[in-house]
């Protein structure tokens, strides 16, 4: 019968697991030590370890992410002062939108009133025209309404 050695097998995995997650922690505090660029790639290329091994360690997932946001750079540049619109320049510009909406919102009604008369003048025309009549091939057309 051979040897039981599941007690060496399992002491050695032990080994492995708590030296790949010394080197996790080792790479993290070099990485935060000279403001490197933590990412989970980062930093599994710094340990040598897999990137799915350190999405599966909550804690290590945790301060990664952590130092990420940290030393995360802004997308956009803050505005320098002399370029920001000033309170008087921003209302000036509403204002000016307002105007314009207002502007639109007539000419939409002129122009459906006008629609509306060119729709009632064309069904009076065709009304006058003759007697027409619904039939299976022909049918009038719909009465539209102002919009």
Request: hydrophobic share 35%; charged share 30%.
């Amino acid at each position: 019968m051979p040897a039981d050695n599941t007690d060496h097998i399992v002491a050695a995995a032990r080994q492995r697991a708590a030296a790949t997650r010394r080197r996790a922690t080792a790479a993290l505090r070099r990485m935060d030590t000279t403001a490197a660029v933590i990412t989970f790639e980062t930093v599994a290329r710094e340990a040598r370890v897999s990137r799915s091994w350190l999405y599966n360690q909550p804690d290590l997932r945790t301060e990664i992410e952590r130092l990420r946001a940290r030393h995360r750079i802004p997308a956009t540049r803050p505005v320098p002062d002399r370029q920001r619109a000033s309170e008087a320049s921003l209302l000036q510009r509403l204002q000016a939108a307002t105007e314009r909406n207002r502007q639109l919102e007539s000419e939409n009604r002129e122009l459906r009133h006008a629609l509306a008369l060119a729709l009632g003048e064309q069904r009076a025309d065709q009304l006058l025209s003759g007697p027409t009549r619904d039939t299976p091939d022909r049918k009038s057309s719909a009465v539209i309404g102002p919009c």
